[in-house]
């Protein structure tokens, strides 16, 4: 029960991680701050180079990218319904929750790094060589494509890491029904991750592909 | 020693101060990392005024002189200014004036400073080994095209330092809404706290977007891909649009804190309930949610549409109303007050004069006209020093004197404290009033030489920045001295309100015996007598 005890700047337990949460909370304006830079820029270019835009979105690949959207939100149901095992007090599932959760994510990754490989062999890196170098913009979709995946991997390698972490401290014993507040902080964290992506697969995989 | 154990003789040991989570001991250990800051970009700004002495450049080559006026703005901003107050200051003070045993976040709160280290010396590398030659503001295409520099190494030293300054924010924000003691409502807090809030609400939501320019800024330069480059497809103006989202709420980060600390010292030292509580704690978040809608002013010229310069120009004068009513209601608490003269107030009010300069001069450069004249030139670097040097380094130093005695347990020397004021208020003005006046005849910033009919104003200036930096130096000396040999202070030696007053100087680890609980508004003058004297 190390690092459950009540800081002395709070009054119990409870304040302790009411205010926990509302500092996760407030990480996550942060995060939509920055990761809204990047969706912005990308909106600039969508309307100054629709062609390179479009032809670039059509090279993507909808498969991988659609699997990894179900494995994604799948992820997030199985770190929550750990959040309700906890609550009810069940930590054994929470921890095969935490398992469920890592595998997911590392599934992710494993899909991500086939689409990588794919798209290298299809000369889709804007450097030399580049398969799209006829079309104005491809290029700069590109590096949006690999800067916005990056920076959501890392986040998804850090949550990876979180969860790992909340899974530990489960088979420590370290939660109970009433005290389990870093579960729901990583939490919304995961989820938070998750929804980036929501941002992401339209921009990358859909807009445009028809008509 | 008959004394009960305080903060600071609480552990001995190098470990007890690196692996500290104490609010006030983190502050500390910023306060040393911030003065060496400081010191080094004064010492780049000493070279920069001396190379001016003659209109050929008396000591450097141009390239050098580029080198040093980057090196200067980017620690002056990054590494001093925008951290200074918070995480000093509002890192020692706002637990101690809501009545809390220590920020919401301890090991954040160390974390952040960790952070500002490794961010700051990964700048310092850059700038030592090689240089930047683009300025702080990094423009594109220069920075990922043309400049010969260390750009990435800086730019990674300010991505690193942003993460101290969002851990800051957050922390203080929380702390604020979750920590205040029993009574101690939002309108019956000091309105420090105000301001130092509107400034955490602009460090958690703009940081971010200058993070990831940043990004964006270093891959165009390590791979060659446009984004901004215009040869390349880019679009320069979209970074200045991303870089002034951050940079120019970030002046407001840089101000509202010396506001916050005029505030207090102000009603302090009149002896007086501020004037117009709510109109002040209110302006402070108007500043805060206006100043997110300025930052076009920066591109009047860079050709941007003449309908976003118009909006942003009267947005422009928008947020200097809040401005200006803070100043008006510093004045009415002034007014009829029992004004003492002591080193805090000295600055304050100096703040007080430079601040207006510098505000009033802001709106000569919100005007469309008027800027396209003075832009790029002297008169702009006049007045942003005005509000930054002149207001903020000001306020810094009346808020350190103030708040010396309850950080460290002494008195500092008061002739002395006088002394250096006074002499910062007149080395200033002598520094930087010329350049207002060289400006506006059309001396370009940032050349390291000039046209010889400059060259009187310019030696004004330079002759201004010695007084300057010996009037920075005294308070070095004479602070230092008086932790060894100044008198020991009472809890409340101004005899001021606030809770940060009601417990020892210097304070006990956990801040308070007993969580006090406040029954009044703040600054109820006079304050009841402590029982504690000396």
Redesign the interface.
């Known amino acids: 029960m190390a690092e459950t005890q009540v800081?002395?700047?709070?009054e119990d337990l409870r304040?302790q991680s009411?205010?926990a949460l509302?500092?996760m909370w407030?990480?996550l304006?942060?995060?939509i701050?920055?990761?809204?830079?990047?969706l912005?820029?990308y909106m600039?270019y969508r309307l100054?180079?629709p062609d390179g835009f479009i032809a670039a979105v059509r090279h993507a690949n909808i498969l991988i990218g659609t699997l990894n959207t179900a494995v994604l939100l799948t992820s997030s149901f199985t770190l929550t319904a750990g959040l309700l095992y906890a609550k009810a007090g069940d930590m054994r599932r929470l921890i095969y929750s935490c398992v469920a959760t890592i595998g997911l994510g590392l599934l992710f990754m494993a899909l991500k790094a086939l689409e990588y490989a794919e798209d290298f062999r299809e000369r889709l890196v804007?450097?030399t060589n580049f398969a799209l170098a006829d079309h104005?913009?491809a290029?700069?979709f590109?590096?949006f494509y690999y800067?916005a995946t990056g920076?959501h991997l890392v986040h998804l390698a850090i949550g990876i890491g979180l969860v790992l972490y909340i899974a530990r401290r489960a088979r420590r014993g370290d939660f109970t029904a009433q005290a389990h507040t870093p579960v729901e902080v990583v939490g919304l964290y995961w989820s938070f991750v998750d929804i980036v992506w929501l941002f992401l697969y339209p921009l990358i995989y859909l807009v445009g592909r028809g008509g | 020693m008959s004394e009960p154990v305080n903060y600071l003789t609480n552990g001995w040991t190098i470990r007890s101060w690196l692996l500290t989570h104490d609010h006030k001991r983190i502050a500390l250990l910023y306060l040393v990392s911030i003065t060496g800051f400081f010191f080094l970009g004064g010492a780049a700004a000493a070279l920069i005024r001396l190379n001016l002495l003659t209109p050929e450049g008396a000591l450097v080559s141009a390239e050098t002189y580029n080198r040093l006026f980057t090196m200067h703005g980017i620690i002056m901003v990054w590494f001093f200014l925008v951290p200074a107050v918070p995480v000093t200051l509002g890192n020692f003070i706002v637990p101690l004036m809501i009545g809390a045993r220590d920020l919401a976040f301890p090991r954040l709160n160390l974390l952040s400073w960790y952070l500002f280290m490794i961010g700051g010396l990964v700048a310092l590398y850059a700038l030592f080994v090689g240089g930047v030659d683009t300025g702080w503001t990094l423009y594109t295409p220069l920075s990922t095209n043309y400049s010969k520099g260390h750009v990435v190494a800086a730019v990674v030293g300010i991505f690193i330092s942003g993460f101290s300054s969002i851990a800051t924010g957050l922390n203080f924000m929380v702390t604020i809404h979750r920590l205040r003691a029993p009574g101690m409502t939002w309108f019956r807090m000091p309105l420090f706290l105000w301001s130092l809030y509107a400034t955490s609400v602009i460090l958690v939501l703009a940081t971010p977007v200058l993070a990831m320019t940043l990004i964006l800024l270093s891959l165009e330069r390590l791979f060659g891909i446009g984004v901004f480059d215009p040869a390349l497809g880019g679009d320069p103006l979209l970074f200045q649009h991303l870089f002034w989202f951050y940079s120019h709420p970030a002046v407001y980060i840089m101000i509202l804190p010396g506001m916050g600390i005029v505030t207090e010292i102000v009603t302090t030292f009149a002896r007086k309930k501020v004037f117009g509580y709510k109109f002040i704690a209110w302006a402070s978040i108007a500043i805060a949610v206006i100043g997110f809608f300025v930052w076009g002013h920066h591109m009047f010229v860079a050709g941007q549409s003449l309908y976003a310069s118009l909006v942003f120009s009267i947005l422009s004068y928008l947020v200097a109303v809040p401005s200006a009513i803070k100043v008006f209601n510093w004045l009415g608490t002034l007014h009829k007050g029992t004004i003492r003269f002591d080193a805090p107030m000295l600055y304050a009010l100096g703040f007080i004069g430079l601040f207006t300069i510098g505000g009033l001069t802001g709106l000569f450069l919100a005007s469309l006209a008027v800027d396209v004249h003075v832009t790029q030139t002297y008169f702009v670097v006049a007045h942003f020093h005005y509000i930054m040097v002149g207001g903020m380094v000001s306020a810094f130093f009346g808020g350190l004197h103030y708040w010396w005695p309850k950080i460290t347990g002494r008195i500092y020397p008061e002739m002395w404290g006088r002394v250096a004021a006074i002499l910062i208020f007149f080395g200033f003005n002598l520094t930087f009033f010329p350049q207002f006046i060289l400006g506006y005849l059309g001396m370009p910033r940032r050349y390291h030489s000039y046209a010889p009919e400059f060259q009187i104003l310019n030696i004004l200036s330079t002759a201004g920045s010695t007084i300057l930096a010996a009037a920075y130096l005294l308070p070095l000396a004479y602070l230092t001295w008086s932790l060894f040999w100044g008198e020991r202070a009472s809890a409340n030696p101004w005899r001021a309100t606030g809770l940060e007053w009601r417990t020892a100087s210097p304070p006990p680890t956990e801040n308070f015996a007993e969580i006090p609980v406040v029954t009044e508004e703040a600054y109820e003058y006079p304050p009841p007598e402590v029982a504690q004297h000396g």
Do not use: S
């Open positions: 800081g002395m700047q709070y304040h009411d205010t509302i500092g407030l990480f304006a942060t995060e701050l920055f990761f809204g830079a990047l912005f820029t600039i100054w180079y804007p450097g104005d913009g290029r700069i590109y590096l800067t920076v």
